[in-house]
């Protein structure tokens, strides 16, 4: 049996947390200073962590080993699972030219760039992020994006910043869920919190994504709109979340952004702006001339029904998601779920009663890579796909993912260390101790849990129940500095390493994740710091008013 210590070194929760911390400050200088390939990065940090668990937080090296094969595991499944499965689904619709009637179609709605990164990047990526998560808004988003012209560095930049805002109320809820249970809080305090929290972030991110795609002549030129659907979005997160279902409140936001950009007027856009947004880097030079091309006033009109195939995948993927939340229908499904006692591992938090993780669970079939699977194959039949054909799109997937599959495994398997030797809840303790700073550190020790695991859900299991204890310790609300791990975590999903390198693989950037790194870092660190003062304005009688 092992048991957890808070303090290792020297009796000091300071030492001790900036002695955990090494591994992390390894992989990110690796990756955004020395720019070593992420994989590689990855492994190093992972020998780190090992070792600081073994020597320092004298975890016996047989569980420390367990406990990274776990989570090596995790990252296999139910991670990647989703993110193969989804750029399964896109690369049939490419092998069938239906991603290019698709990617038209976004190209009536509005022929200006900046508008179809907002589309495609916040709204439908938003859409995506509501039903599955874990990555795979980021793989689809980047994908579309190079498909409309996007360069590729560009395309992954966007895709990232805009997966924040809908993050917290992902997956069906999950991560919020996962919080008002882990908090033993109610459900629905919290979900109304978060949903007065993150809105807020809603509002800047259209316009930060315009700037990101064209400057500030974007800024200037498409402030409206990008304000008009950040607003929509905002409202439709704030009234679902509070009012309606936390399952739902994704979906309705995602919709309602996009429904207010396809009713505003189309207005033409000069061409120079598309000449800028997609000539500026060599890898989008065949992607520039065929947008011009298509953007001839003779441009082939696409059949209704090709284009009701283009939309079908995703509308398929809606429908079964949709179909799973039937609560007859998920308990059926749960009927599949596997859990067992993780072999090797036996760990006690400092107050001796077991960890949550010496147990595994794997939801076989209720979980959103196989039902994107399912999706895949319901798409491959509307395609007229053969089966053969479907495999080898399938297999060819997971070949060119091989250096992704081995970066995510590596980071989880991390992560996994760091968690059950005590590296993070030492790491967590020390920021909780700060008092009535708390309301300031929250948000950043949940965006903290987000970068090192890559999920906000992981991050809310995490330092949920932290943040609950020493909110009422300090005097502050639980239910406050609750949600404010998750909406300070979503922040962190755009450099955690697993998302950099599932960007990086959709927009076949492989090998450039410190460079995806130093261009988002910034736009985490600004938007995180905005939640702080969020916070902590809520946390006082000027924004008090709007809890709850």
């Known amino acids: 049996m092992f048991a957890q210590q808070l303090t290792p070194v020297g009796e000091s929760l300071a030492l001790s947390a900036l002695v955990a911390l090494l591994p992390l400050v390894l992989l990110f200088v690796l990756l955004g200073g020395v720019r070593v390939a992420a994989h590689r990065a990855a492994l190093i940090a992972l020998g780190l962590a090992i070792v600081v668990s073994v020597l320092v937080f004298r975890m016996p090296a047989v569980q420390a080993f367990s406990s990274a094969a776990q989570g090596a595991l995790f990252g296999l499944f139910p991670i990647l699972w989703i ?21 038209r179609s976004f190209g009536r709605i509005s022929d200006d760039p900046r508008i179809q990164g907002v589309i495609v990047a916040f709204c439908f990526g938003g859409l995506i992020e509501a039903l599955a998560g874990f990555g795979a808004p980021v793989a689809i988003s980047s994908v579309m994006l190079v498909a409309l012209g996007f360069p590729p560095v560009r395309a992954a930049v966007v895709a990232l910043v805009a997966n924040t805002a809908p993050v917290a109320f992902g997956a069906m809820g999950v991560p919020v869920i996962t919080l008002a249970k882990v908090t033993g809080l109610p459900l629905g305090p919290i979900s109304a919190t978060v949903g007065r929290q993150t809105p807020l972030l809603a509002l800047f991110v259209p316009l930060a994504l315009v700037v990101l795609i064209d400057g500030r002549r974007g800024l200037r030129q498409t402030w409206f709109p990008a304000l008009l659907s950040g607003v929509a979005f905002a409202l439709g997160q704030f009234l679902t979340s509070n009012y309606f279902s936390t399952e ?63 939309y079908a995948p995703y509308a398929v993927i809606i429908v079964i998601f949709a179909v799973a939340q039937i609560p007859d229908v998920k308990k059926l499904l749960a009927g599949a779920n596997v859990s067992f006692h993780w072999p090797l591992l036996d760990v006690r938090n400092a107050s001796g009663k077991p960890v949550s993780g010496n147990t595994f669970s794997m939801a076989l079939v209720a979980t959103g890579g196989t039902l994107v699977a399912l999706s895949g194959v319901v798409t491959a039949a509307i395609l007229r796909i053969s089966p053969g054909k479907a495999l080898g799109e399938w297999i060819s997937t997971v070949r060119q993912l091989l250096f992704p599959i081995l970066t995510v495994t ?89 998302n950099l390198t599932i960007a990086c693989a959709a927009s076949k950037m492989l090998g450039q994740e410190g460079l995806l790194l130093r261009k988002v870092l910034p736009w985490s660190l600004g938007l995180l710091a905005i939640m702080c003062i969020i916070v902590v304005l809520q946390s006082t009688s000027v924004l008090g008013w709007m809890l709850p």
């Open 83 to 103: 993110v193969i499965n989804a750029l399964w689904v896109y690369h049939m619709t490419v092998h069938t030219g239906h991603f290019d009637v698709l990617r």
């Open 248 to 310: 739902l409140t994704d979906i309705v936001a995602s919709l309602s952004g996009a429904l207010v950009l396809i009713a505003l007027p189309r207005k033409p856009v000069d061409p120079q702006v598309r000449r800028d947004v997609f000539g500026d880097a060599a890898e989008s030079e065949a992607a520039r001339a065929r947008v011009a091309q298509e953007s001839l006033a003779d441009i082939k009109n696409d059949a209704p029904s090709e284009v009701m195939r283009a």
């Open 410 to 498: 590596s980071v989880l398997a991390l992560a996994s260390v760091m968690n059950l030797s005590g590296q993070t809840t030492t790491i967590g303790s020390w920021i909780a101790g700060t008092g009535p700073a708390l309301a300031f550190l929250a948000p950043i020790l949940g965006w903290f849990g987000v970068a090192v695991s890559g999920s906000d859900t992981s991050s809310n299991a995490l330092f949920g129940a932290l943040q609950a204890t020493a909110a009422t310790q300090a005097g502050l609300s639980p239910i406050l500095l609750s949600a404010a791990n998750s909406s300070g975590g979503v922040l962190g999903k755009m450099i955690s390493p697993q």
